[in-house]
C-alpha cells in the first residue's frame, strides 16, 4: 500500500505510477474491445456445403411455389430466423436492398422461418438475388463484419453490375460476420 499513500502524497504532476495505470487500463480495455468484437465473427459457411452448389443450382433448389418459371423480373429473397440476434444489425441494410431493388424493378419475397428455409441457406440473415431468367445474380450475407455495416455493400454492387448488364454470380461463402448459423 506504499504505492497508494505515495499516489495520494504526490505533487500534481503526473509520475510513472500515473501512466503505468493509465496503459494498463487502454490495454485492458483493448482488449476486452477484441474480445467481444471477435466473439461475434462467424463464419457464414462454417461448414463449406455452399462449395458444393453450382451457380445454376440456387434457383433449383427453391421451391416451385416460391419461383415463377415465366419471370419476366428478376427477385430478392431475403431470409430470416426471427429469433436471430443479428437481425438488428441488419435491418438498415435490408430496407435499403429492397428498396434499391424495387426502384430496379426486382420483386421482394421474404423467407422467414428454419421450416421454410432452403438446404442452402447456411446462415441467416442472407439474401438471394435472381435475375430475370432465374440466374443467380447474388448469394450469401447483406455484409461482413461484426455489426454487418452498410459499407461493404456487395449486394447493391452486384444488383447495379447486373442492370448494367453484368452478373458475377457470385457466391459470398467466405464472409464473417454475425450471423446466426443453421443446425
Known sequence: ?????????????????????VVIWLAGVLLAGYYFATQRLVEFDATGRLDKFSTSEFAG????????????????????????????FSKQHVDRLSVLAQAENFEIVVV???????????????????????ELVYFGPYAQGAFCNQASDV??????????????RLVNSKAQGCYCQRT
Open 155 to 168: 449486394v447493391e454492387l452486384a444488383i447495379e453490375n447486373y442492370q448494367k448488364g453484368y452478373n458475377a
Open 112 to 134: 422467414s422461418g428454419q421450416e421454410r428455409l432452403p438446404d442452402f441457406v447456411t446462415s441467416t440473415p442472407a439474401t438471394l438475388v435472381l435475375g430475370e431468367q432465374n
Open 1 to 21: 500500500m506504499l504505492w497508494l499513500k505515495q499516489w495520494r502524497t504526490s505533487s500534481s504532476s503526473p509520475g510513472l505510477v500515473h501512466y503505468l495505470l
Open 61 to 88: 433448389a427453391l421451391s416451385l411455389s416460391e419461383i415463377n418459371a415465366k419471370a419476366t423480373r428478376g427477385k430478392v429473397y431475403h431470409f430470416v430466423e426471427p429469433n436471430c440476434r443479428c437481425n438488428v
